[in-house]
Each structure stands twice: as C-alpha cells, then as structure tokens.
C-alpha cells in the first residue's frame, strides 16, 4: 500500500520549475508531503484533504486529484534551498495509517 | 522549543547486542511513531502509540518492541541486534483524529550501525 513516487531523482538549474507525482492504487483520505534535507529530519510541507483541494507554501503547491488518487507537487521557480528529498504520505480512506513513499530526490544546480 | 528529541544521535553494535532508543516530545501529543529510513526505501512504520497506554505494529516491527513509557516517552529496543538493522532511526509524533492526521514532527534521528 505504499504509494509510488516519480520521478524518483530530478535534476534541475535554479529558476526551473519542477512537478514531483504521488500515486496509491488504493481511494485516498488525505495526501501529507514533507521535504528532507541531506542528514536533517524530514520537516512538514502541506497536507491535502479529499475533495480535490489545492494549498500553496511559498513557491511551493500541491493538487490532490480524488478520482485518480494521486496527488503532485510543484516547485516554481526553484531555488537552491529546495533541494532535498521529497516525500509523500498518503491515508487510505479507511485506513488510520499514515504511509510514506520512497521519495523523490531533487537537486539544485545554479 | 525541544520538539522530538532522540537519543543518542549515533550508535555502533556488535551483532546480538541489545539496546535502547529514547525518545521524548514536548508538545503534549497523544500519538508517537518509530520509523526506520533505508537508501531508497523512504520512511518505513516499525511501531506507533495512537496514545498513552496503546502500542500497534507498523510495516516492519519484527526483530524490535517499543515501550510508550508515559505520554512524552516512547522507547525502541533492538533485543538482539543484526546487521539488517543498520539504518537511521526517526522518531516523530502528531495529533490524530481518526483518519485526520494532523503534521508530524520528527526527530532528529539516531544513526545505528550494526557490524
């Protein structure tokens, strides 16, 4: 039940956008994403709600599409500091775990 | 603001040893998790605490136990230590409503190596 992250690693130039992709074979309650930087713990992005929601943090936004059950990312305008790892964790809609991803490695170049 | 602390930040074993990771969060949450984190295997679920009292297997609880000793404190225990164990050890903890998890805070993370 763990949901499928792509890309699994990006590789992009400052100022690039970049779109990061959570897939569950399974119909979702909730989508959760959290950033780790290399050797620091992961830290908390955003969570979306079933019903198709949209939330923005900084230059940073998610979508959550309900009736494909998948959810993604986007970084606009990428800076050096978002360079990390990006996680998904998704909640089954009955379910009361909360599942990670493998993560998708993005990095930063200038 | 401590937030999640784990201690200790690094640990090397010998195969069949045993030992304990601590854990403790000040931020009166009911619930408590234990993942292990592998190259390219993201965050995985060893054990959690929905509360005070309760304690339920994750994705990959075999070979440890936990301990919620009180609502701050939630230990992990390699009984007999092998060298599949070798990861990096994160404790989190959040609020859960249901099926409403609220952002979980984690620790910084304990770096174990078993030779």
């Known amino acids: 039940q763990q949901p499928v992250q792509s890309p699994q690693a990006v590789i992009l130039r400052e100022g690039e956008d970049a779109v990061i992709n959570c897939s569950s074979s399974?119909?979702?309650?909730?989508v959760h994403w959290y950033r780790q930087k290399h050797g620091e713990a992961p830290v908390f992005l955003m969570i979306?709600?079933?019903?198709?929601e949209q939330k923005g943090h900084e230059k940073i936004s998610a979508s959550f599409n309900e009736k494909k059950q998948q959810s993604s990312l986007y970084l606009t305008a990428s800076q050096l500091s978002y360079s990390g790892t990006y996680f998904c964790?998704?909640?089954?809609?009955?379910?009361?775990?909360?599942?990670f991803g493998q993560g998708t490695r993005l990095t930063i170049n200038p | 603001n401590a937030g999640v602390t784990q201690t200790p930040k690094f640990q090397v074993l010998k195969t069949g040893q045993s030992m304990t990771l601590q854990c403790a969060q000040d931020?009166?949450?009911?619930?408590m998790y234990w993942y292990r984190q592998d190259p390219g295997m993201g965050l995985r679920l060893i054990y959690y605490?929905?509360?005070?009292?309760?304690?339920d297997k994750g994705e990959v609880p075999n070979g440890y136990n936990v301990s919620r000793l009180n609502k701050r404190e939630f230990s992990l225990r390699l009984e007999s230590a092998a060298p599949s164990q070798t990861s990096v050890y994160f404790c989190?903890?959040?609020?859960?409503?249901?099926?409403?998890?609220?952002?979980?805070?984690f620790g910084d993370g304990t770096r174990l190596s078993i030779l």
């Open positions: 989190a903890s959040s609020e859960v409503w249901g099926q409403a998890y609220q952002p979980q805070h």
């Open positions: 399974k119909a979702l309650y909730s």
């Open positions: 979306l709600l079933k019903g198709g």
């Open positions: 964790g998704t909640v089954i809609q009955g379910a009361q775990k909360l599942v």
């Open positions: 931020m009166n949450h009911n619930s």
């Open positions: 605490s929905a509360s005070e009292g309760t304690t």
